[in-house]
């Protein structure tokens, strides 16, 4: 049997269930480079992100990781296990900074499927709501949210021609 990428990038509606629990991997070290362009290209100049010197007289006496370079890493990272095949982004909830991220920090995520159901209007597709946490190479939570995406059920697909 002949087997497209697309077979292994994301899930159906129909194959989650709630409670499971999907670990991403490979992780993400995030480098200097990594923090720096994002900070850069998100016009997020704060002096924690990109001013060493700054950043060293701080209270963690060293340069801060962008908050939302890592929220960024973490959907990214799980969306191979979950969303990859969502036709539309819903919602993001609850967004928490649990404590800090250091350039040179590995990251790794890990989401559990909390709630699903069929579309009202659409039945061909449903929405699954997850929760993602994210911990460093010390295994301390450094961020968790919740989130929700619509995905085409396996016979929605199918008539879609998907």
């Keep these: 049997m ?11 509606f ?7 629990v999907y670990k991403h991997w490979p992780g993400k ?9 994002f900070a850069l290209l998100t016009m997020n ?7 060493k010197h700054y950043a060293e007289q701080s209270q963690h006496g060293q340069r801060l990781v962008v908050g939302l370079l890592v929220l960024s890493l973490a ?4 969306v191979v296990d979950t969303s990859g095949k969502a036709i539309a982004a819903l919602d993001y909830e609850e967004v928490k900074h649990l ?12 989401t559990e499927v909390l709630d ?12 699954v709501r997850v929760q993602t946490t994210v911990t460093n190479h010390r295994g301390e939570q450094v961020m968790s949210l ?4 619509m995905v085409l059920t396996k016979e929605g697909a199918l008539k879609a021609g998907m």
């Design 45 to 51: 100049h704060m002096p924690l992100h990109i001013d």
């Design 146 to 149: 919740k989130r929700s995406f």
């Design 29 to 37: 070290t995030i480098n200097e480079h990594d923090n720096d362009m």
């Design 14 to 20: 129909d194959e989650f269930e709630v409670g499971d």
């Design 116 to 127: 699903k159901r069929l579309s009202k209007s659409r039945p061909d597709r449903g929405i």
């Design 75 to 78: 959907v990214g990272m799980s």
């Design 99 to 110: 404590g800090p991220t250091f350039i040179g920090d590995t990251i790794y995520a890990r």
């Design 2 to 12: 002949e087997h497209d990428f697309r077979d292994r990038f994301g899930r159906y």
